[in-house]
């Protein structure tokens, strides 16, 4: 009960690709590569509807003034609700939209992270001791780093800490390598999850 937390500006912003379709494996590669043999999944729920039901369910922690916002992406980015007031969405419409969400195509994870990054332009004036701003960034694949990777992503993240938006990003059914880890845990109020089983 003596828990109090900011209100929230939350964007999710929510990995579709093709992958997404497939059940989680029977194995994982911990953050130092070590393979982790695990329990068969009986759920048979895909990567894409664990994903899904965990944004409905977040939703249900949310209080009518935080903010909510939705994008989704795989070889492009697209907007699916607007960062508004809890308080004035239709919530079982949009768990209903969201439980619809199929996997398609490609991964562009810069195309996601700055479509999100995005929808924080007209909050960013707001009173940081009230408002706190947070992108969760839920996807299967591993950003890559290194001259053909992901450095942009990883220069949006910065560029959004230095504007007081931070970042959390969920590995689903992926556990990120030390190197990654290293750089997401380097970037103030940046963190990382990773998930591995229905």
Known sequence: TDFQRKKLNLVVVL?????MGSPFDQYYYDRFG??????????????????DESVVALLGHLKPDDRFGLVIFSDDAFLVDPLISVGDKDLEKLKSRIMKIQETDGTNMEAGMQEGTALFDRFLQADKSEYENRIIFLTDAMPNL??????GLFRM????????????????GVDFNTELVENITKIKGANYYSVHSA
């Not at 990995?15 to 992958?19: C, K, M």
């Not at 982790?36 to 509807?49: N, R, W």
């Not at 290194?146 to 450095?151: A, H, I, M, R, V």
């Not at 993240?157 to 689903?172: C, P, Q, R, V, W």
């Open 15 to 19: 990995d579709f690709s093709g992958s």
């Open 34 to 51: 070590n393979k982790v043999e695990q329990e068969a999944d009986e759920s048979g729920k895909t990567k894409m509807q664990i994903a």
């Open 146 to 151: 290194g001259e053909t990777g992901d450095l």
């Open 157 to 172: 993240l910065e560029d959004n800490a230095d504007h007081g938006i931070y970042t959390t990003f969920i590995g689903i």
